[in-house]
Every structure is written in C-alpha cells, then in structure tokens.
C-alpha cells in the first residue's frame, strides 16, 4: 500500500499550485482523503478532506475559498488545488487515506496511510 504526493514546488505569492495523492495497491474509492501540511518548526495541521464519493469535502480555515479538493477515482488520484497561494502556505503536503472513516475526519488518526509529501514554498 503506497500513497504518493506530487506537484509541490516553488511560486510567487498570488500564484497557484495543483498537488496530486496517488494510490498503489489501495482501493482509492473505500477511503476518505485528507491532506495536511507541516511548516518548518509546527506542528501538523489539517487542510482538506474528501468523501469516497467526492461529494462531500472539509477546508481548514486558513485555505477555505482558496484551495479545492477533489478526486478521480478511476485514476485513484486525489488532487488539491491551492490558489491565491500566500507565503504562509509554505509547508511539507502530506496526503492520507482512511479506511474506515466514521466521519470526515481533520486529525491525523484516524488516516491509516500517508504518502511522503511534497513541498510548497511560497515566496513575497
């Protein structure tokens, strides 16, 4: 079981980002998929979740309006797209998935897998 997080990079302020979560020897669509990020010196923290179906989604404050999650579940892919991105968005971004989701959750347990993340930094 792997999960595997692209897309990081280096943007100016303003700019925009797509990260993608991408599954190996997982059934994509029985889990809930989450991304969370860590900056240098914090702890981690919750960014966005996905329903299986895709139908429901949870932002974290700090991203609401900025940043959409969305998923494929044929191509067992998740993506996060981060607009009007601000240099507080510089972190690690970490995917997850959890397999017996009771909710929609924004705390690192109860996501069984992550992936090794990708980096955003973002520059004024």
């Known amino acids: 079981v792997q999960l595997q997080a692209c897309g990081g990079g280096l943007v100016q302020a303003g700019g925009s980002l797509r990260l993608s979560c991408v599954g190996f020897?997982?059934?994509?669509?029985?889990?809930?998929v989450g991304w969370f990020r860590q900056a240098a010196g914090k702890e981690r923290e919750f960014v966005a979740a996905?329903?299986?179906?895709?139908?429901?989604?949870k932002y974290g404050d700090s991203v609401k309006g900025r940043f959409t999650i969305s998923r494929d579940n044929a191509k067992n892919t998740a993506y996060l797209e981060m607009n009007s991105l601000k240099p507080e968005d510089t972190a690690n971004y970490y995917c997850?998935?959890?397999?017996?989701?009771?909710?929609?959750?924004?705390?690192?347990?109860?996501?069984?897998?992550w992936g090794q993340g990708t980096l955003v930094t973002v520059s004024s």
């Open positions: 997850a998935a959890d397999f017996h989701p009771r909710e929609i959750s924004t705390r690192k347990p109860p996501y069984d897998y």
């Open positions: 996905i329903s299986q179906s895709g139908r429901t989604t």
């Open positions: 020897g997982i059934t994509f669509s029985d889990a809930v």
